[in-house]
């Protein structure tokens, strides 16, 4: 369940991602009633098995059946609760037409809100690892390992609109020069390994989210509405703009070879806050 | 399409929730039949409405004057304060007879997927009128979905650190309903809700 909207007196439009039909959008008959049989089961967050009866311009909906009432662990958590409202906007954006197949998107939603209401990491960095996936999932992963323009390994600084990190001679004037923790991070993220993820220190889990959302946003040409809203688990650390120069410590290693800088004088860029 | 004047009142009667097209016409052509006076009637009600009503400086209340009917009223108790969300259910409360306390309207509930924050609340106003320390319990009486409890669940954190009493109110069966067509979030409430029965 992705969203619903109210319709009428009682009714409402409910956009849910299926797993064999891609997104639908249908109407519930009656749910905002309190004498509603199904009312509570189409709830956003909500895993559930679904009939849908073809109506000329919307579906309506039939039956439900709960399979997972991810909702419910959520809402009693705010952080985690805005940060699955902006998984929920983010797949409903990333899956533009309707009934088009989108089984890859629907199993990684599911996965990122079981994920994110079991609460074994925080809340912010599986919506980082959602983000980053979706986007891979829809053809848009960034290059975090090589320079996404020329594929050179010695790589320093992320430009969005690159599509990712770049090297020297690649970079775009306006890029920014994260600390190589936080690259690293953005690679954990995107393949799951989450004891690196959850090792990670705030500030470059500050700066990964801060990169993520605007790299989610230059590739959606959407703004994500429930981003201004999520909150951290933990309080954000005060940044500052850094606009590094050639040869100053902050150049981005390659995962794995940080290149002997001191982490402690390696610069967050808040530039791109969520 | 008709005439201009009556094209334009379709028009107009079509921007209001709920009311197509179709719909629209009808009501259209019912004014048309209906008698002048009452008409008339409805016209100045609808400027009256928009002329005299406002909103209640304390609790956010429909209100025809400063302060709506409930907040001047002295007979109701200043100790509980009960958290809404719109006017609409300041009317269905009053109509259980069951609350003597004062009300506050939150305008909407929190629903990041439409950009509405804590901040496009009227929750500000809210801490405000607890700052004061006469409030002893908050009824948070927002509505059993998602966004209702996730509105509740931000309140109660944020009132959490002044010590006081916060209260929910009860999910459960419908009274008159039979217990196997209840969904299973309504049942696992009732459950986590059941009262000791004293007799």
Redesign the interface.
């Known amino acids: 369940m992705l969203?619903t909207q109210k319709l009428?007196?009682a009714d409402r439009i409910i956009t849910v991602l299926t797993k064999r039909a891609g997104k639908v959008r249908g109407v519930a008959k009656g749910v905002r009633r309190?004498?509603s049989?199904?009312?509570?089961?189409l709830?956003?967050?909500s895993h559930v098995d679904l009939q849908l009866h073809e109506g000329r311009s919307l579906d309506v909906i039939t039956q439900v059946e709960?399979i997972r009432?991810y909702?419910?662990a959520l809402?009693?958590?705010?952080p985690r609760?805005?940060a699955g409202?902006?998984m929920?906007?983010t797949a409903d954006r990333l899956t533009l037409g309707e009934k088009e197949p989108a089984l890859r998107q629907f199993l990684l939603l599911v996965g990122g809100l079981r994920t994110l209401a079991e609460r074994e990491h925080e809340a912010r960095l599986v919506l980082d690892a959602y983000f980053l996936r979706s986007l891979a999932v829809a053809g848009y992963a960034p290059a975090l390992s090589e320079c996404a323009r020329c594929g050179a390994e010695a790589v320093r600084a992320f430009a969005i609109a690159a599509g990712g990190v770049v090297c020297g001679s690649c970079r775009p004037p306006a890029a920014t020069v994260p600390a190589a923790e936080t690259i690293t991070l953005m690679i954990a993220l995107l393949r799951g390994d989450w004891p690196m993820a959850d090792a990670s220190e705030p500030r470059h889990r500050t700066e990964c989210s801060g990169l993520v959302a605007a790299y989610l946003q230059w590739h959606l040409e959407h703004g994500i509405?429930?981003l201004?809203?999520?909150e951290r688990e933990q309080a954000r650390e005060p940044g500052r703009e850094w606009w590094p120069s050639a040869g100053e410590p902050g150049a981005v290693s390659p995962p794995g070879a940080a290149r002997g800088f001191d982490p402690k004088s390696t610069p967050n860029s808040h530039i791109f806050r969520a | 399409m008709y005439e201009g004047v009556v094209q334009n009142l379709i028009d107009e009667l079509g921007m209001l929730p709920g009311v197509g097209p179709k719909s629209a016409q009808r009501i259209a052509f019912h004014l048309l039949a209906a008698d002048p006076a009452d008409v008339k009637r409805l016209a100045h009600a609808l400027l009256e409405v928009k002329e005299r009503v406002r909103f209640c400086r304390v609790c956010g209340n429909v209100a025809a004057e400063e302060e709506c009917r409930i907040c001047r009223d002295q007979r109701r108790d200043p100790h509980v304060i009960c958290v809404v969300e719109e006017s609409k259910d300041v009317v269905a409360i009053e109509k259980t007879r069951e609350f003597r306390g004062r009300y506050h309207v939150l305008g909407g509930a929190i629903s990041p997927i439409d950009g509405v924050g804590p901040d496009d609340l009227r929750i500000r106003e809210l801490m405000t009128r607890l700052a004061d320390g006469q409030v002893t319990e908050l009824i948070l009486a927002t509505d059993p979905n998602l966004e209702g409890e996730a509105t509740a669940t931000y309140l109660a954190r944020l009132v959490k650190p002044m010590g006081l009493k916060v209260t929910r109110l009860a999910s459960g069966l419908p009274v008159g309903g039979d217990l196997e067509y209840a969904d299973e979030v309504t049942l696992g409430r009732a459950f986590e809700g059941r009262r000791l029965l004293d007799v």
């Open positions: 969203r009428g007196e309190t004498t049989r199904f009312g509570a089961r709830e956003p967050f709960t009432p909702g419910e809402v009693a958590d705010y609760y805005t409202t902006a929920l906007e509405r429930s201004r809203h999520v």
